[in-house]
Structure formats: structure tokens, C-alpha cells
């Protein structure tokens, strides 16, 4: 299965550019939701919880989350405990049955809403790990808000964009290779919050 992100209508083009991806009426958008998918093939999943170096000690949040799949690997994988953040319901319906079919319920909680402040990031600052496939509008929002609120120590690994200020201490080129066994060279980037 493939993670997918719900994207505003600003990045339309980007995303047809970038990824090929075709749109149209969707059955999120009678709530308001445009649906572009950009898919995050599995094997980018689990090289991004590699990346982080994810154990059973962490609180992995994905902010964005899609269909779950990322919290629910890093949870099934690791034993690690995860919050996944999405404001489109249809994603948040498709990431509880993924929660649900890794067995994870326990460890994994997914939270309707915004994923840079409010109720469903109230408690941002325990997460050990963040992941995210966001574009750059966002990455270039959330930079200040991880570095005022992670604690140091805490990783950070997004796929395909950077934060726009903050050098990656870590950039992997990664082929991923979706359900239909199509190829995609990813660009994946590590950060650690370090003591200001």
C-alpha cells in the first residue's frame, strides 16, 4: 500500500510536475478537501524510520499522516508509540483501519486537525520523532515551531523538502518503488534539534 498526503490546490501544479499524478472530483471534496495524493512508497517509509533511528523508546509524530502507515510501521516495527495528524477526515477514517489491521491501537493515536498548532498538536513537544511529506509552504511554517518546541535530541526526517533555513545534517537520495513496482528516485533529509 501506498501513504498518501492531502495536498491544497496551491501545489496542484508542483505535484503534476513532480509526481505525474493526475486529479479530479474526489470523495473528500464535498467536505473541502482537494485530493491530490503524493505518494510515499513503503520501502521510504521504513528507510525514513532508519534514518531516525526509531526504537521503543520514542514518540513518533507524522505530521500529515495520510493513511496512518508511517505511525502504524514504526509502532508494529519498533514498539515505538505514535500520533498521526491530518485535517482531511477521509484520511483520518483510512488511517484508523490501518492502525487498526497493524494491530497498533494501543500505541498509535490519530488526531483530526491542524498539524502546526492547536489541539492536535497541543502536545508536539513529546515527540522524540517527527516524519512528514509536506511541501514548502509548510516545511518553511514548521521550522520555528520544531525548533521553539522539540526537545534537543529529538529527529526530524521529511521526504522530498527541506526546511528552507535549516541545513539537513543528513540528505539520501532513495529509490522508492510504489505498489506497481514503478520507481521513483526520493530525496530524504535528517535533522537532530540541537541545544540552542
Known amino acids: 500500500m501506498l501513504r498518501t498526503r ?21 470523495d473528500g471534496e464535498k467536505d473541502g478537501f482537494n485530493l491530490i495524493y503524493v505518494p510515499t ?8 524510520l532508519d534514518m ?8 513518533v509524530f507524522d505530521l500529515g ?8 510501521t514504526a509502532a508494529k516495527k519498533y514498539k ?3 500520533v498521526g495528524v491530518d485535517l482531511n477526515p477521509v484520511r483520518i477514517k483510512e488511517s484508523h483501519a490501518t492502525v487498526k489491521k497493524f494491530g497498533v491501537e494501543k500505541l498509535v493515536e490519530i488526531r483530526q486537525g491542524n498539524a502546526l498548532e492547536g489541539p492536535a498538536v497541543k502536545d508536539m513537544e513529546r515527540a522524540t520523532v517527527i516524519c512528514l511529506y509536506m511541501l514548502p509552504e509548510f516545511m518553511a511554517k514548521l521550522e520555528p515551531v520544531v525548533k521553539a518546541r522539540l526537545k534537543p535530541g529529538a529527529r526530524i526526517v521529511a521526504h522530498d523538502y527541506h526546511f528552507p533555513k535549516w541545513k539537513p545534517e543528513q540528505t539520501v537520495e532513495f529509490v522508492g518503488v510504489d505498489d506497481n ?4 528516485t526520493l530525496t530524504l533529509y535528517l535533522w537532530t534539534v540541537k541545544k540552542e
Open 6 to 26: 492531502t495536498l491544497g490546490f496551491a501545489g496542484l501544479l508542483t505535484c503534476l510536475v513532480l509526481a505525474g499524478t493526475t486529479f479530479g472530483r474526489g
Open 52 to 59: 531516525a533511528k526509531v526504537t521503543d523508546k520514542d514518540v
Open 41 to 48: 512508497p513503503q520501502n521510504a517509509v521504513e528507510k525514513m
Open 80 to 82: 515505538a508509540k505514535g
Open 65 to 72: 499522516c495520510g493513511d496512518g502507515r508511517i505511525v502504524a
Open 181 to 184: 513496482g514503478r520507481e521513483r
